[in-house]
DNA sequence: GCCAACGTTGGC
DNA sequence: GCCAACGTTGGC
């Protein structure tokens, strides 16, 4: 049974358009564990959530699955690399990531601001306050509420 | 640009 | 193990 993630990304960085691009990509430099654990549990054609934040319009803006189960972030032993963990051995990798695949863009942005006044998305992670964590678990009922939503 | 939230670091 | 200082995230 598939689970449900969602991700951010700010799309000045990294975009849905530059995921409907790329078709897929690795979602590399999480430096958080609880992040980390989520990404260690996803597995194949999970769903995701491809969420816009730092941007004008903040919310989720599509939809990608996942197309590999977690593997190690090489980024982290990249000293070049802003996400540079020097702490991490390659023998235990502390960094893992996984890669996700383009499914869909929503027709339209489904706002922070909107998803805080459905009723029907209460208790969802991404609209509590101060909730900063990049990756998240999102029930399948609040996944096809944002869908809904984003389709009317 | 401001600042609240919160994770991490390091002194003790 | 506590907690203050610090850095980052991310909404506004």
Not at 10 to 23: G, N
Not at 75 to 89: E, G, L, Q, V, Y
Not at 101 to 107: G, L, N, Q, S, T
């Amino acid at each position: 049974m598939a689970k449900y993630w969602l991700m951010k990304s700010e799309p000045s960085v990294f975009s849905i358009d530059d995921l409907a691009r790329d078709e897929k990509t690795h979602w590399d430099g999480v430096r958080n564990y609880q992040a980390r654990n989520f990404m260690q549990s996803m597995k194949l054609k999970d769903k995701v959530l491809f969420y816009h934040s730092n941007a004008d319009e903040t919310g989720v803006a599509g939809i990608a699955e996942v197309c590999r189960e977690a593997y190690p972030d090489f980024s982290a032993w990249d000293p070049n690399d802003s996400h540079f963990d020097p702490k991490t051995k390659k023998d235990a990798p502390t960094w893992m990531m996984v890669d996700i695949a383009f499914v869909e863009k929503f027709p339209r942005i489904v706002t922070l601001h909107e998803m805080k006044d459905a009723p029907q998305l209460e208790g969802m992670t991404v609209i509590q306050k101060g909730s900063r964590l990049s990756v998240q678990s999102v029930s399948e009922e609040h996944f096809k509420a944002v869908v809904k939503m984003a389709k009317g």
